[in-house]
């Protein structure tokens, strides 16, 4: 027979295909969080005082909120409590010895890559985009590194940004998300292990991709990783992140904190697509992906984008956010969010406007099968200083079957009277209708299926490098086949 | 090249197509009559096979072939194109994107060879001529924002660029002004051929001034209730369906008279 909303349901039974382990020997801090565990870390890392002191002082911070157990609760997800002394903080691939260069990583490690779609061999690289290589909690590889300092790009992990411009790292760590933010981020400063450090010197328009690839292998393990990018006067960067793991029963957690900050006139385009594992059909393992990704427009006519495909994760709770400091600048937000099975996610964005004559645009959508929860959760925000400000906003919803969700939680708050604000919203089925047009023309249930969403999808593939964006349609294809047709 | 025997239908628990029979041969048209609510959409739609409309009885044979369970793809990669009275809205699904998609579909499906972007672009160039149609619309999303005269023409052009055996035209005149109601047919007559069939629903006759048709049904009540040349569809303009609710009673009255046998 034909595709109907009967044969859409069963969706939520796919196979994730990158849940596989790999063997190598690592090193590991011991379970739990005490002062001791940062210190290691530390040392580990042979950091700089001043980092030591900055994790310290986080937390300090994070034990009193422990002691206030005020981790956020607004959210519209729900888990069981965690239990931060059974993580482990820290898990390296041991090395065979010190690396020079690609050619004495790991061999294993760099399978593994090859089988995610990320070769590290730059003869084999996707054209024109340079990768950090991020394996549990240290960054194993970065490509493409001479091409990019011949134009002053630092791209680099954050580890060896500590040794090399500590200087740049002290300026701006925490200058965008505090460690007092909240509960994740506090967390995540006091135990971050490594991440991505970029910079991008005047005038200088990034002539790569970047891309950080994040990989949790190791159980047990917490991954805390930390991005932190600054563009300077007139730059331009286009930076893509990308994340998987292993197929487990426990949750794993996963608390990210992004810092990304443009001078005059510079641009970042942040793109992220995570897919993390989300757990089996019965809501049993998954990433607990909870992140805070911040974006601060300081100087004037600058610009920060975010866009994001989240089809991984158990839980997501993320809200790249962008502070629209300097005068006209410019804020953007881009989502697509699909939750299937029992995957939950509450993410939106938040667009501080503060400067003169600043513009935000949200588009955001999501879709949900089987049991999934999805939640748009916006705020937008017009300080009294922010004169001519305007934001658009757009939030729509796709529901294949009728036991999943979807909510919108769009909040404003104005408080210049000279604010332009637009807000749509619609929520829609994939309804045998539409199908049956496809199907009538030919096409199979599976085919009519892609094309319906990724046409609903296209206002943000759209925004996606082009590589991006067919990888984004695949992965919706493959998390959203079922035994139609 | 179609034989409709004894056709039942129904959804849910509403029975719609009363024991239609109908033979359609290549090269000919046939056009079905028929007030509101008589059952021609059904009837596009079960030949087309919409779920929903459930046979209950009777065979749809096409090409020799009993397609009565085959599904909706199946029966469009075999030749049958139905163009909607209400064409669907597919946003973010670029107009010439979703032609490709359909025309590559069906030519896989008979091993022949699929298009390039740049390859269907040509032809899509030429099929537009045909229907005499913006090419502005085929970079829009699909029916999406289109006037009621463009999805009708858009209509035509998949039928333009699909070549089907069997086109089933589900009131491709309603809310045409008599300009493009002429421009619509004079698309239709450049389509027909001797190796294809054409049926043309239609609630008013304007339209087959235009295309003539070989001969015509009415539908009344999920039944055909009189078949005829042309001449049958003028006769319908001046006098009404109404003359044809007799036929209607007599019918019901003998299977009533059946059914108590
Ligand atoms: N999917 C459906 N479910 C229930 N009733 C239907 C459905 N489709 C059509 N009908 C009913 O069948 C009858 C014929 O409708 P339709 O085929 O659309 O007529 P027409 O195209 O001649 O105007 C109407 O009474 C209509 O309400
Ligand atoms: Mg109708």
Sequence with gaps: MATTNEDLKTIASQQYQYGWVTDVESEEAPKGLTEDTIRWISSKKNEPQFMLDWRLKAFRHWGKLVGKSESPTWANISHPPIDYQNIIYYSAPKPKKKLDSLDEVDPELLSAYEKLGIPLDEQKRLAGVAVDAIFDSVSIATTFQEELSKHGIIFCSFSDALQNYPELIKKYLGSVVPYTDNFYACLNAAVFSDGSFCYVPKGVRCPLELTTYFRINSANTGQFERTLIIADEGSYVSYLEGCSAPIRDENQLHAAVVELITLDNAEIKYSTIQNWYPGDQNGKGGIYNFVTKRGKCQGKDSKISWTQVETGSAITWKYPSVILLGDNSIGEFYSVALTKGYQQADTGTKMIHIGKNTKSKIISKGISSGHGNNTYRGLVRIMPKADDAHNFTQCDSLLIGSSCGAHTAPYVEVQNKSAHLEHEAFTSKVDEDKLFYCNQRGMSGEEAQSLIINGFCKEVFRELPFEFAVEATRLMDLNLEGSVG | ?261
């Design chain 2, 1 to 261: 090249m179609l034989e409709i025997k004894n056709l039942n239908v129904s959804t849910d628990n509403t029975h719609i197509l009363k024991g239609i029979s109908l033979k359609v041969s290549a090269g000919e048209i046939h056009a079905i009559m028929g007030p509101n609510g008589s059952g021609k959409s059904s009837l596009a739609f079960s030949l087309a096979g919409k779920p929903g409309y459930n046979v209950t009885s009777g065979e749809i044979i096409f090409d020799k072939t009993n397609i009565t369970s085959m599904e909706p793809e199946g029966r469009a990669r075999a030749g049958i194109f139905l163009s909607f009275q209400h064409p669907v809205e597919v946003p973010g699904v670029r107009l010439d994107q979703f032609l490709r998609a359909s025309f590559n579909a069906i030519n896989k499906s008979r091993e022949m060879d699929q298009l390039d972007p740049l390859q269907f672009d040509k032809k899509l160039k030429e099929r537009l001529k045909v229907v005499d149609m913006d090419p502005a619309l085929t970079k829009r999303f699909v029916n999406t924002g289109f006037s009621g005269g463009e999805k009708k023409r858009n209509e035509i052009l998949q039928m333009a660029i699909l070549q089907p055996q069997l086109a089933v035209l589900d009131e491709p005149d309603s809310g045409l002004d008599v300009d493009a109601l002429k421009s619509v047919a004079d698309a239709i007559n450049k389509l027909r051929h001797s190796s294809n069939a054409i049926i043309i629903i239609t609630h008013y006759q304007r339209i087959l001034e235009y295309v003539v048709p070989d001969a015509v049904h009415i539908l009344m009540d999920g039944r055909i209730v009189k078949s005829g040349n042309k001449d049958l569809a003028r006769e319908v303009e001046s006098q009404g369906y109404e003359q044809f609710a007799n036929y209607l009673s007599n019918q019901s009255h003998l299977t009533e008279k059946e059914s108590r046998q």
